[in-house]
T-cell receptor, first 113, second 112 residues
Framework: DARVTQTPRHKVTEMGQEVTMRCQPI?????VFWYRQTMMQGLELLAY????????DSGMPKDRFSAEMPDATLATLKIQPSEPRDSAVYFC???????????FGPGTRLLVL | QQQVKQSPQSLIVQKGGISIINCAYE??????FPWYQQFPGKGPALLIA?????SEKKEGRFTISFNKSAKQFSLHIMDSQPGDSATYFC???????????FGPGTRLSVLP
């Protein structure tokens, strides 16, 4: 069945290193969302795209985070340089054209030491 | 104004009981209100959703009640089962920006 895939599933890195998370939306979906989940802040929207164009990235720290969609089958979220406070689970979700449901991937669990 | 408030933070219910989770919002531009269920180690998954033009929606044991004038909506889980133990998030979609705002979540534990 169609699913959103995310890689890697787990990432442990040291402070200052670059982290790249990848998401493959469900084929045919044209909206992609990036969320960060922590115990303290819950689910925070970082950025979202429609038809590969960024519509809102106001939730993302611009100095170190960047999100892109090189093509319709790949979305990336980069953190450079990473900091311990970036430790969280990062979810990607996609949605169909005209649809309202977001389909979440399994998440990338990031730990920055 | 973009915030969605959710309560309680955690809930313990006996098997067969009714679980009730409440959410409230301020932004009148919200036009779609989904509930998501998340099991440990998994991503959230859509459970049930409602639009503000109806006051109630039922799907199996799950019911959303919506009060537009009070800007409140709630999830009722009838005959709660241990398998319902999960974290539940209410959310709201902004009609203008089309982005979603999530509540902080409610951790539900259903005791056998």
């Amino acid at each position: 069945d169609a699913r959103v895939t995310q890689t890697p599933r787990h990432k442990v890195t040291e402070m200052g290193q670059e982290v790249t998370m990848r998401c493959q939306p469900i084929l045919g979906h044209n909206t992609v969302f990036w969320y960060r989940q922590t115990m303290m802040q819950g689910l925070e929207l970082l950025a979202y795209f429609r038809n590969r164009a960024p519509l809102d990235d106001s939730g993302m720290p611009k100095d170190r985070f960047s999100a892109e969609m090189p093509d319709a089958t790949l979305a990336t979220l980069k953190i450079q340089p990473s900091e311990p406070r970036d430790s969280a689970v990062y979810f990607c979700a996609s949605g169909a054209p005209g649809g309202e449901t977001q389909y979440f991937g399994p998440g990338t669990r990031l730990l920055v030491l | 104004q973009q915030q969605v408030k959710q309560s309680p933070q955690s809930l313990i219910v006996q098997k067969g009981g009714i679980s009730i989770i409440n959410c409230a919002y301020e932004n009148t531009a919200f036009d779609y209100f989904p509930w998501y269920q998340q099991f440990p180690g998994k991503g959230p998954a859509l459970l049930i959703a409602i639009r503000p033009d109806v006051s109630e929606k039922k799907e199996g044991r799950f019911t959303i009640s919506f009060n537009k004038s009070a800007k409140q909506f709630s999830l009722h889980i009838m005959d709660s089962q241990p398998g319902d133990s999960a974290t539940y998030f209410c959310a709201a979609r902004d009609n203008y920006g089309q982005n979603f705002v999530f509540g902080p979540g409610t951790r539900l534990s259903v005791l056998p």
